[in-house]
């Protein structure tokens, strides 16, 4: 996900973003189970601010790519808050999912590109690999589809299956596709 996201921005020369949240884990010296709730709201107003400000900058022509947003930092505290070996708690979790909801509801994607588990899951020693079996990542994946179907975002979404090549081909043609229509709309 996050090399795609760095490969298209690079691509459409657009501005794009990246998991803010391995930066303040990284920053902060903090594991996946010792994250509590004061850490996901980090990640959430962090991801939320970095991608406005991205959307915002003067190098946005109309195209940005996002690594992550409040949807997908959702998914691991809902999933997290599951696991007991985790220290978040589901009282917590309830306290997240709100502010979650809220910054998913303002902002407004266009598209949403979901990349489907499949293969094995490297470890590139900056994640939980207890959660990295595809039993865990397709519960994970689950969790994320039904929150952005609760989130009214369903129809914005294109499940990519394929390669690494299909799929940024397949995104690519879709980027092309809305450049040409909105440049012919002017």
Request: one cysteine or more.
């Amino acid at each position: 996900k996050s090399t795609m996201t760095q490969d298209l921005g690079k691509y459409f020369n657009a501005p794009y973003s990246y998991e803010w949240a391995r930066d303040y884990m990284k920053e902060s010296c903090v594991a996946d189970w010792e994250l509590d709730s004061a850490d996901y709201l980090a990640f959430l107003e962090g991801q939320y601010n970095l991608n406005r400000k991205l959307i915002n900058s003067p190098a946005n022509h109309g195209v940005f790519f996002a690594d992550s947003d409040s949807m997908v930092t959702r998914m691991y505290a809902e999933y997290y808050a599951q696991d007991p070996t985790c220290k978040l708690t589901q009282a917590e979790f309830e306290r997240i999912a709100v502010t979650a909801d809220e910054l998913t509801r303002k902002s407004r994607w266009d598209k949403i590109f979901l990349l489907a588990p499949h293969g094995v899951f490297v470890d590139d020693h900056e994640r939980y690999m207890a959660h990295s079996g595809m039993k865990e990542r397709m519960e994970l994946f689950e969790i994320l589809c039904n929150n952005i179907k609760a989130s009214g975002n369903w129809e914005k979404v294109t499940i990519l299956n394929g390669s690494y090549y299909e799929n940024f081909m397949t995104v690519v043609e879709y980027v092309k596709g809305v450049i040409t229509n909105g440049k012919n709309a002017e």
